[in-house]
């Protein structure tokens, strides 16, 4: 089967022509280079244009959408809660936010959640948490957090200062204080950064792997030497897994892959398959929110729980995990065969379905270049810096789709 036998489901004629990029552009702020491709229909691991093109899609809203599209749960969910019930304020009990919390509770090293809108802000409460404890169990005045060079953990004042790249820093002065940064995967420069800080360092704050940054996985010892001093010190180790959670690795959660569990972690993207929904998460120990600390008007409301529950179910279910590993080997073995073939890919990188394929620093090729030729051909992804191709499909890739995209790279390359 290929790309053109996938039978379109009916676009209603509208859509079809009603769109115009012009109007778009002299509306919305530029805040993105958009490709020049309009998206109006999903189905599964295949979305289709305004010309009714279809492509399959190793983007999946970068990381966002676990079922794919119009996955039936999903939608299941969706029609029945917002024929009951779609927003309510936090003033009152939501019961199936408690339905929500408890799953993902007992499905890590959690104790406790809250729930917010995005990675961004999950991030900020994780954040927020980590000082407030620092004030009032650790005792430290002007707390720091340490992030690594090349994260990424969102585009809020905080988050973008917490995250270790300068050039999502420039014209946002003056940032948040209380951040320093160190690199990533290296345990001597944080065990220094923490000793000449001198008891200051409230919080440690890493991805398990870097998606944004270049699709690099954390080594297990390191994270494992990180876990130890923050245990001698009585620093909090904060994981961002808005990207590498909830399945995606193979794991549910990323620390899983590194063998320790972190104080405070946070979660968002695949976590409601495509509905906007963040979480913050932590261990009893640090559980140190009160009434009026923190809040959401739209967190953890009674939509996106139902939601976020039914792919949380749905990916227990139907041992998605399983379908995420085999998968992910699948996708590695093809990509590593490709960068046999092709001399400009230097390595084929991740863990499950977040997976990145770096090329050669002197190739004349770019991340980009590679994402706008398969484009063209049908296949949707998304680079990760200037030299790394991310991909990340839905978690419900067949061995069929892993292939097709395999060869659609295959052609790719080869006219390059
Ligand atoms: C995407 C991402 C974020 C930001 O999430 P938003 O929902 O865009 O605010 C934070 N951290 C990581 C690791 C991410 O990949």
């Known amino acids: 089967m290929s790309l053109d036998t996938v039978v379109a489901p009916t676009i209603h ?12 552009n002299s509306h919305v702020m530029t805040t993105y ?12 691991c295949t979305v289709w244009d305004t010309e009714g093109k279809a492509y399959l899609d190793f983007v999946a809203g970068i990381a966002t959408c676990t079922l794919g599209h119009a996955h039936p749960a999903v939608i299941e969910a969706v029609m029945a809660q917002i024929n009951t019930l779609t927003h309510v304020s936090n003033l009152y009990y939501v019961p199936v936010q408690g339905e929500l919390a408890k799953w993902l509770v007992d499905h890590s090293c959690a104790d406790r959640v809250f729930f917010c809108n995005s990675g961004a802000e999950a991030n900020e ?3 927020k948490l980590a000082r407030k ?14 992030t690594a060079q090349a994260s990424f953990h969102g585009r809020t004042l905080a988050t973008v200062t917490a995250t270790g790249q300068p050039k999502y820093h420039k014209n946002f002065a003056p940032l948040i204080p209380g951040f320093q940064y160190v ?3 290296d345990f001597a420069a944080i065990e220094s950064a923490v000793a000449e800080l001198d008891g200051r360092v409230a919080a440690i704050m890493l991805e ?23 245990d001698e010190k009585g620093i909090l180790l904060i994981l961002d897994e808005v990207q590498v959670g909830m399945g995606r690795s193979g794991k549910y959660w990323g620390y899983e892959q590194l063998g320790i569990e972190p104080d405070i972690f946070t979660s968002a993207k695949g976590l409601g398959g495509g509905i906007p929904i963040g979480a913050t998460l932590c261990k009893e120990s640090c559980n140190v929110f009160q009434p009026g600390d923190h809040a959401s008007t739209y967190g953890g409301n009674p939509f996106v729980c139902a939601v976020a529950l039914a792919v949380c179910q749905t990916l227990e279910r139907e ?9 992910g080997e699948q996708l590695r073995a093809g990509l590593q065969q490709l960068a046999t073939k092709y001399p400009d890919i230097c ?40 030299k790394v191709v991310r991909f990340v499909p839905p978690l419900i890739v067949s061995e069929l789709e892993i292939d097709r995209a395999v060869s659609i790279l295959d052609r790719v390359l080869a006219a390059m």
């Not at 084929?348 to 394929?357: K, P, S, T």
């Not at 190739?363 to 200037?386: F, H, Q, T, W, Y």
Request: proline content about 5%; overall charge negative; some cysteine.
């Open 13 to 24: 004629p509208e859509l079809l022509s009603a769109f115009s990029q012009d109007e778009f």
């Open 33 to 44: 280079g958009r490709f020049n491709l309009a998206l109006i229909k999903g189905e599964g």
């Open 125 to 127: 409460g994780a954040i």
């Open 133 to 146: 404890y620092a004030h009032t169990v650790l005792g430290i005045a002007e707390p720091i957090i340490l």
């Open 183 to 185: 690199p990533y995967n």
């Open 208 to 230: 398990p792997l870097q998606g944004e940054g270049g699709v690099n996985p954390g080594q297990i010892e390191y994270f494992q030497q990180v876990r130890k001093l923050c």
């Open 319 to 327: 041992n998605i995990l399983g379908n995420v590993q085999a998968r």
């Open 347 to 386: 390595e084929v990188r991740g863990w499950g379905l977040i997976n990145g394929l770096e090329l050669q620093a002197e190739s004349k090729i770019n991340a980009i270049d590679l994402v706008k030729a398969a484009m063209e051909l049908g296949l949707l992804l998304v680079p990760a810096g200037v």
